[in-house]
């Protein structure tokens, strides 16, 4: 994840030589690209879902939503904080470019504390529902689709944490970003997606 | 021993499993406890958690994590390559972040389950050899050839690509490594968890996994646990191609010598680069779809459950949505090699390069518009079966064009008909005959007769034996001095190529006859009338299984004491030809710079690039100037 | 590394030969191919358009093949390396774009026909059935068929399907368990049994006989015994078979005499779908029965010691013991709660006869 997988000329050793700078092809970071192209990978996983969601719900007319009516509010509360959460993070990307280091130290907690609570709703809406997966298709999928992208969420977390303790230890700055910036650009696919999300699940 | 235990390696890698084990137990059982379960103790679940978290525990152990977790704890990380290279073949087992050595990880663990798989056929066809029961009854005869069928695709074929083109891909662009040496790793080391996952599936009780590779639901989500090991193998299988797509796609975009441009990259890099699109697009879908089985296998959900409102077709949309395109995952890079061999075999250009190119991405983006055309039968709406026959006979031109422009390279060129060349003509012909069945079945009114039957048994393998195996076969013996800095046995190899050619045909194409006969696929027993056919078939497969151990003696041998190959036996323009055999440890002194197409033969004086091979200075000072200017 | 010129280029001599073996070669493929005995007999109005088709297709595909092979093997004939060529390099061709474009239309049409003669067909083959049709309901389940024939009377169940001839006849396919799939290869057509959904197809038998109905989806471990059988009967004769299924499955069974043997018979053939009791002729071969299947043993050969208290025995609990070459766990085990006891007894009673030839 970090320059260092493009291994710099061997400065330290000498007897042994390392490898040659490889040349810059593109004008793409490769971390930021590798990631880029991660999220299509992730867009592709819950596009499967939202297959499932499509063939059950509308090919299969199975009863939507599933238990009586899906607390609306409460999702969208939800994505209000996931996605105050990504200006956080934007804001937390911008402070490390500007070697601002109080606000970046805020920004990432602030973050990492709205994706906390986002979690924590949302497993205490499933908590409240009424139904389980088993009680049928559309339930199943309803789990299927928000509990995939609460696994994001969780994964997001851990990267997110990562970052917090590199940037706690003083490892994040002007010069050296990419550590924050990847997880921060997952971080916004992770919010964008609860967007499309919540519009399928509970709105339409 | 603690210290060994503390260091990345086997030790830890088995105390971290054992580890594993007992945190999943914790798990299931604390669990279990805390909502009040009868019994607290349930195996099935302890096996179904410990499959899916034992592998990271076993991934972590060996060492595949290590620098990434130390750089997350905000300590110092410095990279002196020290897990870079391989000095025995020790270096072998360890996690190695050198792409040369990852490539021969990867070829040498994608054989080894191609003969186990290659095994499970030869008691297939044992079983079939004549009607009745034989060997093995009818619920392991499924598990058979399940494993067999699953562990050639998603652990050979898929695989054994992605490892040729970690070898051979980096070195033809001029790049040092690849794009992230430890994602890389971490590649590899899934597969082996993979494939021994599946295989372990034979001592679960209920038997291995039985419902094919396909595994359809709800068959699959009502099978014993056996099923489980599939569902969870291919997730790692699948993390692994997805890993290694994105490394070939960053490492390809990012990392070309100066002067590559893209229509100066050898056809094996844009076959590579296409496959690696279709891996990221495609794969979470069959990520996806073994997901739900699990979910509804272990948790009870309902997407397959059509007494709940669940949807059975959505199972088989969402898989062949992977599915298909991996029939293409596992022939474009194979298409990348012909190029290859042809052209430097035949010393000519490769005919119509751009259109080479092209309609790799035909290929590509028409890949993503068949996938029901493995569904015509299976009762979907019937209006979509006419657009999917269109798009999928489609698939002919861009393909057609390719095999055309290779026959055209051969034209008048100046032909050495050893050992690669032979598989890469027989591959063009095979893999012609393979594809012709192909789009016969495409059309839906011969595809209702044919379908599941032994007619599509005969197209499976024209185009994954007659067509990749042949290609990777042209590959591996392409390459093999290149690896190994050692020649194969021309004689071996030239035997190895007719035995297998004329056997793989009088095994595999009674199986057309068969099949329109009216010989169900997947069955342990058949009618009478098709005995004499099938006694030939296993006669036939079994030299053919022969002939491949003639193929690993020749590799064993010849890797051993075979006569010393220069740098460039083939006299090739590529990059990868220009180093020495085995190529250096980082490659390159420095990074060449390209100055021409790659397969400028007969063009007097026609350089592909340029490699000035400083003596000792490690860093040359010029070269680092093109990259600055970014 | 040039010095082209003493390999030649291709003279028009060759090019004639060329044509000429690639029209031989094809030719001879084509008649070979078509001469061969490729499909089932024809029962039914599909299976000509069927085998047409097929005979199209192999005019089409063999030439490609052919063509193709014949360029390579003249291309590797021709211009082989020979001795004091080791250095030589071809002439560097890159392209051509006329013959490009050449080998892109070609294909195309050749894909634009087909597939337009296949829509063609597909549409005839589905085409709605005349008014009046015969429904027959297929049901799959795990590992066997049983067939409900609609009849003004109401539905005629039997484990055999019968049909009359030149008539059509519409199948609703469907299945309790996994996905099935109803193929009959006499007459072509085959579609999935999926549960949860009725998949249809309809076509007119149009010859008498008995042809095999084979279950062509993996659908657990007694798939590839799934194999049952249609009889096509004339008009007449489908009357009466119909009339005595009718009064077969419309009968009560008392207990004992001879409804209980075509009960037993039945339930030996058919199982009990309803309540999920597999058909024991999915995997054994009884001569009665008249089923042939071969996962389990030999009725006939295996019992003839056994009276009818071991027969219920071995059926009620069947893993008791086991057969030796058999393994444990292929036989339902559910027989007791699947079947009721006077099933159980009718079928033991059936079984007992038939193999020790009373009654
Ligand atoms: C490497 C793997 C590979 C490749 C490349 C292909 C290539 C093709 N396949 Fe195949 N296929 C499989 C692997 C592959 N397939 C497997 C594994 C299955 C079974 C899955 C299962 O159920 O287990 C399957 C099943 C399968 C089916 C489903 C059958 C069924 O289950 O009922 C169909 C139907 O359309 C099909 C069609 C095609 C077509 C049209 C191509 C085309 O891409 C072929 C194109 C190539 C050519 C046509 C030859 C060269 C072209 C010319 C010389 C030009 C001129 C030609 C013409 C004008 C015809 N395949
Ligand atoms: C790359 C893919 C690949 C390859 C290489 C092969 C190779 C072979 N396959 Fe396979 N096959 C599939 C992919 C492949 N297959 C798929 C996808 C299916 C569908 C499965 C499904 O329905 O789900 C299938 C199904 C399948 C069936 C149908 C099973 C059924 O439907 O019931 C059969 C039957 O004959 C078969 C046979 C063979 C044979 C004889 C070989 C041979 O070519 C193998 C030859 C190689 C070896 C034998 C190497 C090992 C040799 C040794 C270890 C030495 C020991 C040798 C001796 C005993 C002499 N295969
Ligand atoms: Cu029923 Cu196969
Ligand atoms: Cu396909």
Not at chain 3, 261 to 268: H, M, P, Q, T, Y
Request: net charge neutral; glycine share 8%; charged share 10%.
């Amino acid at each position: 994840m970090e320059a260092a997988s493009i291994p710099t000329p061997a400065a330290h050793e000498d007897h042994h030589h390392g490898p040659p700078t490889a040349n810059q092809s593109s004008r793409v970071n490769s971390e930021v690209l590798g990631i880029l192209l991660f999220i299509i990978s992730e867009i592709m996983l819950f596009g499967a879902f939202f297959a499932a969601y499509f063939f059950i719900r509308v090919v299969n007319s199975d009863a939507w939503p599933p238990g009586d009516g899906l607390p609306v509010a409460v999702a969208a509360i939800n994505a209000a904080i996931l996605l105050s959460s990504s200006v956080t993070m934007h804001w937390t990307d911008v402070s490390a470019k500007r070697g601002n280091d109080m606000a970046m130290r805020v920004g990432i907690v602030t973050t990492f504390l709205l994706g906390c609570t986002f979690l924590f709703i949302q497993i205490n809406e499933y908590l409240h529902l009424g139904f389980t997966p088993e009680t049928s298709a559309s339930a199943s999928v309803f789990f299927g689709l928000t509990g995939l992208h609460g696994a994001h969420v969780v994964i997001g977390l851990l990267l997110l944490w990562m970052s917090a303790v590199r940037i706690f230890k003083g490892k994040v700055g002007p010069n050296n970003h990419r550590g924050l910036e990847v997880p921060g650009i997952y971080w916004h696919f992770v919010d964008a997606m609860w967007i499309v999300v919540f519009t399928t699940i509970y709105v339409l | 021993m603690a210290a060994k235990i503390r260091q990345p390696g086997w030790y830890r890698a088995l105390a971290f499993s054992i580890l594993g084990v007992l945190v999943c137990l914790g798990l299931s059982t604390g669990l279990r406890a805390a909502f009040s379960v009868d019994p607290v103790y349930d195996g099935t679940s302890v096996l179904q958690i410990s499959l899916l978290m034992v592998p990271l525990f076993f991934l972590g152990g060996i060492g595949c994590f290590d620098y990434w977790l130390r750089w997350a704890s905000g300590r110092t990380v410095v990279d002196d390559h020290a897990d870079h290279g391989a000095k025995s073949w020790r270096d072998y087992f360890k996690v190695n972040t050198d792409h040369k050595v990852i490539g021969i990880q990867y070829i040498c663990v994608s054989f080894f389950f191609m003969f186990i798989g290659g095994l499970m056929a030869m008691l297939v066809r044992a079983e079939l050899a004549s009607p009745g029961r034989q060997f093995v009854d009818p619920n392991t005869y499924n598990g058979v050839f399940s494993i067999h069928a699953t562990l050639l695709i998603f652990l050979f074929v898929i695989p054994v690509f992605a490892g040729i083109a970690n070898y051979v891909l980096p070195l033809m662009i001029g790049a040092p490594d690849m794009a992230f040496p430890r994602l890389n790793a971490l590649s590899f080391w899934m597969l082996p968890v993979a494939g021994t996952m599946m295989l372990l599936s034979f001592l679960a009780p209920g038997g291995s996994f039985a419902a094919g590779w396909t595994a359809y639901a709800p068959l699959s989500v009502d099978a014993p646990i056996g099923q489980a090991f599939f569902t969870i193998a291919v997730q790692f299988a699948g993390a692994s191609s997805i890993a290694t797509a994105l490394n070939f796609l960053v490492t390809i975009i990012t990392m070309r010598a100066p002067g590559m441009t893209f229509f100066r990259m050898p056809l094996l890099v844009w076959a590579n680069f296409s496959t690696s699109l279709l891996v990221v697009i495609a794969t979470p879908f069959i990520a996806a779809s073994q997901f739900m089985v699990l979910l509804d296998r272990a948790l009870g959900f309902n997407f397959f459950n059509p007494a709940n409102g669940g949807d059975i077709l959505m199972y088989q949309h969402v898989f062949w949505f992977y599915s298909h395109p991996a029939v293409y995952i596992m022939l474009l890079p194979g298409f990348g090699i012909i190029s290859e061999v042809l052209a430097t075999r035949a010393r000519k250009p490769v005919f119509g390069y751009r259109m080479m190119a092209f309609s790799l991405l035909a290929i590509v983006l028409l890949g993503f518009t068949v996938w029901a055309h493995h569904m015509f039968v299976s009762g979907m709406s019937d209006w979509i079966r006419i657009p999917m026959m269109i798009t999928t006979a489609i698939i002919a031109i861009p393909t057609g064009i390719k095999i055309f422009s290779w026959v055209a390279t051969l034209w008048r060129g100046v032909i050495k008909m050893d050992t690669p060349m032979l598989w890469a003509v027989g591959f063009i012909s095979m893999f012609t005959l393979g594809g012709i069945s192909g789009v016969m079945l495409a059309m839906v009114p011969l595809d209702i007769h044919v379908s599941d039957t032994y007619f599509i048994v005969a197209h499976i393998h024209y185009v994954l034996f007659g067509g990749s195996m042949f290609t990777i076969m042209a590959g591996i013996y392409f390459w093999f001095p290149k690896m190994t800095g050692r020649m194969y046995n021309e004689r071996l190899g030239k035997i190895h190529f007719w035995l297998t050619f004329v056997f793989f045909n009088v095994t595999f194409a009674p199986m057309h006859l068969i099949g329109v006969q009216g010989m169900p696929r997947r069955v342990s027993d058949y009618a009478d009338q098709f005995a004499t056919w099938n006694m030939i078939i296993s006669i036939s497969s079994f030299i053919l299984g022969f002939a491949s151990l003639i193929f690993l003696y020749n590799m064993i041998v010849s890797w051993r004491s075979g006569p010393k190959a220069g740098s460039n036996p083939w006299n090739s323009l590529t990059i990868e030809w220009q180093v020495s055999s085995p190529p250096p440890i980082f490659n390159f002194d420095s990074i060449p710079s390209v100055v021409g197409g790659p397969y400028e033969y007969g063009v007097p004086g026609a350089v592909h690039a340029i490699l000035d091979q400083p003596a000792e200075t490690p860093v040359a000072a010029g070269v680092g100037a093109a990259s600055e200017e970014n | 590394m040039t010095g082209q010129s003493h390999r030649g280029a291709v003279t028009a001599k060759n090019w004639i030969a060329l044509l000429a073996i690639i029209v031989v070669a094809s030719a001879i493929g084509i008649a070979f191919m078509l001469a061969l005995n490729w499909f089932p007999e024809q029962g039914s109005n599909v299976a000509p358009m069927i085998d047409t088709f097929w005979d199209v297709l192999v005019i089409v595909s063999v030439p490609i093949f052919v063509a193709v092979t014949t360029m390579l093997l003249f291309s590797v004939w021709r211009w082989r390396q020979k001795p004091g060529e080791e250095d030589l390099d071809g002439p560097p061709i890159h392209g051509s774009t006329k013959l490009e474009v050449i080998w892109t239309i070609i294909p195309t049409i050749v894909i634009a026909a087909l597939t337009t003669y296949a829509a063609i067909l597909l549409v005839d083959i589905q085409a709605a059935p005349a008014k009046g049709t015969r429904v027959v309901n297929v049901n799959g389940v795990q590992f066997a068929w049983d067939f409900e024939t609609e009849t003004p009377a109401g539905p005629v169940k039997s484990g055999r399907l019968y049909l009359p001839i030149n008539e059509p006849v519409k199948f609703n396919v469907r299945s309790k368990d996994v996905i099935h799939d109803f193929w009959v290869p006499a007459f072509r057509l085959k579609v999935d049994a999926v549960p949860g959904i009725t998949t249809t197809y309809n076509l007119t038998p149009t010859k008498l006989g008995t042809f095999d109905v084979v279950c062509a989806e993996l659908c657990g471990l007694g798939h590839a015994y799934m194999r049952q059988t249609v009889t096509v009967l004339t008009a007449e004769r489908y009357a009466t078979v119909m009339a005595g299924l009718a009064r077969a499955s419309g009968a009560k069974p008392p207990a004992g005499g001879a409804a209980a043997d075509v009960a037993g018979e039945k339930l030996f053939v058919s199982g009990n779908p309803a309540t999920g009791a597999t058909a024991c002729g999915a995997c054994h071969a009884l001569k009665a029965a008249g089923t042939t299947a071969a996962t389990g043993p030999n009725l006939d050969e295996m019992l003839t010691k056994d009276d009818a208290a071991a027969i219920m025995e071995m059926i009620v609990d069947p893993n008791k013991e086991i057969v030796p070459g058999y393994s444990k766990g292929i036989m339902p085990a559910n027989y007791a709660t699947t079947l009721t006891k006077a099933e159980l007894a009718a079928l033991v009673k059936y079984i007992d006869q038939s193999v020790h030839g009373k009654g």
